[in-house]
């Protein structure tokens, strides 16, 4: 409603723009959002899956390493401090 475009229209025109489906873009999103988190705080992966809006660890742990190349724990533990 906000685009003035059906959601049809706007999924042609976002992935002709960026490249990606909004699902797509919208997972990288949540996903750069989750390594912020692992880095600067001390939260469980758990916590950050369901803050980042994942309701599945699973599911979070393999769209965060197919993103990444890493485990959310490897890249914790490569990348914290």
Do not use: W
């Amino acid at each position: 409603k906000i685009a003035l475009m059906s959601p049809s229209s706007f999924s042609y025109v976002f992935k002709q723009i960026t490249g990606n489906t909004f699902t797509e873009y919208l997972m990288y999103l949540r996903i750069m959002h989750a390594r912020e988190m692992l880095m600067k705080s001390n939260k469980s992966q758990v916590e950050i899956c369901n803050e980042c809006g994942f309701n599945d660890a699973v599911y979070f742990h393999r769209v965060f390493k197919k993103i990444t190349g890493l485990s959310p724990g490897m890249y914790r533990k490569l990348n914290k401090g």
